[in-house]
Structure formats: C-alpha cells, structure tokens
C-alpha cells in the first residue's frame, strides 16, 4: 500500500515538471537589427532598427515610431531655428530624431533608460559619427542613459553639460500613464538650467487615448508650464493623429 502512494506521489510531481513552462529571455528577444533608409524632406538617414518591436516589456525604443517621423519632417523644414544649439533628447530610442538634429546643432545628448536600447543607439552613433581625431563623438553626438526622474542621472548629465541645453526634444514618449509625471519633473529641471535664454521642450504627439491626452495637458499645469500647439504641425501619422507641442517655463 505504502509502495503505491509513492508511486503516486512520484507521478504528481512529474506532472507539475510537465506544468513547468521553461522559455528564457532571448525567446521574446530579437536583435536582428536592419540598416534602414528614412527620408525627411531633403535629408536622408540611414541607421539600424528593427522593423517591428520585441515581445518584451520594454523594447519600444528598438523600431522608429510615428511620433518620430512627425518630429523629424518638422525639423527638416524648420532646422534653421536649431542652427548651431544645443539639444538634449529624452527617450531617443534607435536615434532616428537625434541624429537628424546633428546635422544643424552643435551639440546633440541623446538619452534612454533601456540597456538593450542604449546599445543600438551607441552603435547608431558611431554610424553617423565623423572620426576626427580618434574620438567618436567629434560630430557633437553622445548617448547617455537617462531614466526619467533619476536626478542623480540628470545632475550627471548637468555636470557633463553645464551650459544645459537649447532645446529638450521627445517624440512619442507619451504614451505609458506612470511615467508622465516623471518625464515631465525631468523635463521642468532641465528648462530651469538655461538662464541666459530660454529653453523649450518640444514635444511630438501622438494621440492614442483620451486619457492620456488629458494627463500631458494637466502635467504641464502642474508642473507651471505654459504648452502651446505649433501651428500648421497636426497631422496623420501611422492612422493616428500627431500633433507638436512647445512647452515653455513662461
Ligand atoms: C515609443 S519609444 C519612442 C522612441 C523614439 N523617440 C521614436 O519616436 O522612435 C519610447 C522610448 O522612450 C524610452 N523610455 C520609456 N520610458 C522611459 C523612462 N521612464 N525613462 C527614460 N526613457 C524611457 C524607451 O526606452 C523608448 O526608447
């Protein structure tokens, strides 16, 4: 009898191995990274991404979103408002923004949180950098990480940089509710750096859901921030509506 309720016991367990699910990370991972061409009026970019994003819970910044797009054809056409600044840009993702921007700024901070996304960028970099002198970063190109309310990162960030910035940009980074607050407390800090002349944060929109919409415009309150729409900016981009925003201390 005794016998028999080990053989049954050792039977259920074998059943719970069977009920065990074993897939390590690299099966939701995909770093098949294709050198791809943008064009955004008259320039063209050509860097590495991924033509759809990772089944991971934070790999956004591997594929360029629309939000990019609309920001990249406002600057081509607008690039001599940029001539010769100095940008800062929250969660670059591959790049694509950032790097355009090289093109008319004098200095470009590109910035992620994500590891794996911070290395794609890096490599990115590297494509569009010119090697002057051995240093890989003489285009005025640099990545650097930065998780949205981390003020130690933001101080670092400072202190490399303590001229502070021209102009923050941010294309469609708006669209998890938990990190609005923390963008938006990133963003006042930076804004409060420029005291010679003022900084702003212009930001491209994409519209996904109402609350959202709703929270950007309350956040900026919040926060003391006048945000005003840039004429002419609101468009159709990936079956959704995009709009860019200027968000200002004053
Ligand atoms: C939707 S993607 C947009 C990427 C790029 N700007 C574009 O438009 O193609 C959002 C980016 O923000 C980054 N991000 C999300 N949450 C963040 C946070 N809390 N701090 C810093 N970066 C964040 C992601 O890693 C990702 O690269």
Redesign the pocket.
Known sequence: MEEIRNQEQHRHEEDDDDDTISLDGSFFFNDNYQLTNFTFGSQEIQLFCLHAASTDF????????????L?NDYLSKNSEIFQGCAVI??????G??GILCSRFCQKVVL????EE?LKILKKNIELHSVPENNCPTSHGLVAEK?????SDQINEILQNHPGGFDFIL????C??QS?IP??FD?VKMLLLVKEDRECKFIL?YVSRAKTIDMMIVNEALKHGLQMKELPGTRHIVGNLEGVIFEITLH
Do not use: K, M, R
Not at 89 to 94: A, C, N, Q, R, T
Not at 111 to 114: I, L, P, R, S, V
């Open positions: 934070d790999l956004t910044g591997q594929v360029v979103w629309p939000g990019a797009i920001l840009e929250l969660g670059s993702g591959v694509v923004t910035t992620d949180h994500n996304v930065l998780e949205w309310g981390n941010g294309a469609d980074i669209f998890q990190s923390l963008l990133t491209a």
